[in-house]
């Protein structure tokens, strides 16, 4: 059921969405077809803004229906996303050696370990500012 409230779908909220989800699917077009030096992944930056995009899409399709609480769970996994790449992206500057595969990321992409805790990425992301 959508929300009828005229002024509500009128919010200035809607049209901001749309322009981080036309801003994601462009950001990801852009780099589909780079490797991501020092990994075995083709495209995982790519793969990360397609599912920011979907997940801001979401975001887009609950408010309209009027289901805001149900948006802080997404708004959530889009703050992860955003730090998982950030902290994924420093660490491969900070770690790359030319012809090298970078062997934390390989193993974050793959499952076989797990990514650092959050205070940890985000305490190097401050570090790094």
């Given at each position: 059921m959508m929300v009828n409230?005229?002024?509500y779908k009128e919010h200035k909220v809607f049209s901001e969405l749309d322009e981080y989800i036309d801003f994601y699917h462009r950001l990801s077009m852009?780099?589909?077809?780079?490797?991501?030096?020092?990994?075995?992944?083709?495209?995982?930056?790519s793969y990360v803004y397609s599912s920011i995009?979907?997940?801001v899409d979401s975001m887009k399709a609950l408010l309209?229906?009027?289901?805001?609480?149900?948006?802080?769970?997404?708004?959530?996994?889009?703050f992860d996303s955003v730090?998982?790449?950030?902290y994924s992206n420093l660490y491969l500057e900070d770690h790359r050696s030319i012809g090298s595969i970078v062997d934390?990321?390989?193993?974050?992409?793959?499952?076989?370990?797990?990514?650092p805790e959050y205070r940890v990425m985000s305490?190097?992301?401050?570090?790094s500012i």
């Open positions: 409230d005229e002024k852009s780099v589909t077809f780079f490797a991501t030096m020092e990994t075995t992944a083709i495209g995982m930056d995009q979907g997940t309209e229906k009027g289901r805001i609480n149900d948006c802080y769970s997404l708004d959530r996994k889009y730090i998982i790449n950030t934390k990321i390989n193993n974050w992409l793959h499952g076989k370990e797990k990514l305490k190097s992301i401050v570090m």
